[in-house]
């Protein structure tokens, strides 16, 4: 039997929880949240079986000892409860617990209080003319494509160089002249 998890707000609640237990660490979040992602490809069922591998790759845990560890502390403090199976070729089982579980969409009320929006942004139709506007630069300056500059030693640059032919690719080329 499926139960419908609103993946969102679980996620929410569950995080919620995981900045006031002070028990936890990087890797125990990191192995909940690969078993999460296997209850959602699991279709939320109340139960269901697990791979060590499988998890432990999904977790980036490369300790069986701290993935064996982790499990049973997180089932301990009561965010999963897990089962072993001590079978090599049954997996272990787990059972995820609800962390605000609802049929519906999640809107956040408390969102509107810091002005923001559930809804879709309206732009003024004329946003294109406005922004055509905006960029045309009307104070344009000088032409600087030919201006000498004085440097601070008292030398006068030019800001563009000259052509000139340093790959020798003009037709008048001797190529006897080596490379």
Same mark, same amino acid.
């Given at each position: 039997?499926?139960?419908?998890?609103?993946?969102?707000?679980? /996620?929410?609640?569950?995080?919620?929880?995981?900045?006031?237990?002070? $028990?936890?660490?990087?890797?125990? %979040?990191?192995?909940?949240?690969?078993?999460?992602?296997?209850?959602?490809?699991?279709? #939320?069922? @109340?139960?269901?079986? %697990?791979? $060590?591998?499988?998890?432990?790759?999904?977790?980036?845990?490369?300790?069986?000892?701290? &993935?064996?560890?982790?499990?049973?502390?997180?089932?301990?403090?009561?965010?999963? /409860?897990?089962?072993?199976?001590?079978?090599? #070729?049954?997996?272990? $089982? %787990?059972?995820?617990?609800? #962390?605000?579980?609802? =049929?519906? @969409?999640?809107?956040?009320?408390?969102?509107?209080?810091? $002005?923001?929006?559930?809804?879709?942004?309206?732009?003024?139709?004329?946003?294109?003319?406005?922004?055509?506007?905006?960029?045309?630069?009307?104070?344009?300056?000088?032409?600087?494509?030919?201006?000498?500059?004085?440097?601070?030693?008292?030398?006068? @640059?030019?800001?563009?160089?000259?052509? @000139?032919?340093?790959?020798?690719?003009? =037709?008048?080329?001797? &190529?006897?002249?080596?490379?």
């Amino acid at each position: 039997m499926s139960v419908e998890i609103n993946y969102i707000k679980h /996620l929410n609640a569950v995080f919620e929880h995981f900045s006031k237990d002070n $028990r936890l660490n990087p890797t125990h %979040i990191s192995l909940y949240v690969a078993l999460f992602q296997l209850w959602n490809s699991n279709f #939320f069922r @109340q139960e269901f079986y %697990i791979n $060590r591998e499988e998890v432990m790759e999904y977790a980036k845990i490369g300790s069986k000892s701290t &993935y064996h560890k982790c499990l049973k502390e997180l089932s301990h403090w009561n965010y999963i /409860l897990y089962i072993p199976s001590h079978n090599p #070729f049954k997996g272990s $089982r %787990i059972k995820m617990f609800d #962390f605000g579980t609802s =049929t519906g @969409q999640v809107v956040n009320q408390s969102s509107t209080n810091n $002005r923001t929006s559930n809804g879709q942004a309206v732009v003024s139709i004329n946003k294109h003319i406005q922004t055509m506007q905006n960029t045309k630069n009307n104070n344009k300056h000088g032409d600087f494509k030919n201006s000498n500059f004085q440097s601070a030693n008292g030398y006068k @640059q030019k800001l563009s160089v000259p052509y @000139q032919d340093n790959l020798k690719t003009s =037709t008048d080329k001797n &190529y006897d002249d080596p490379l």
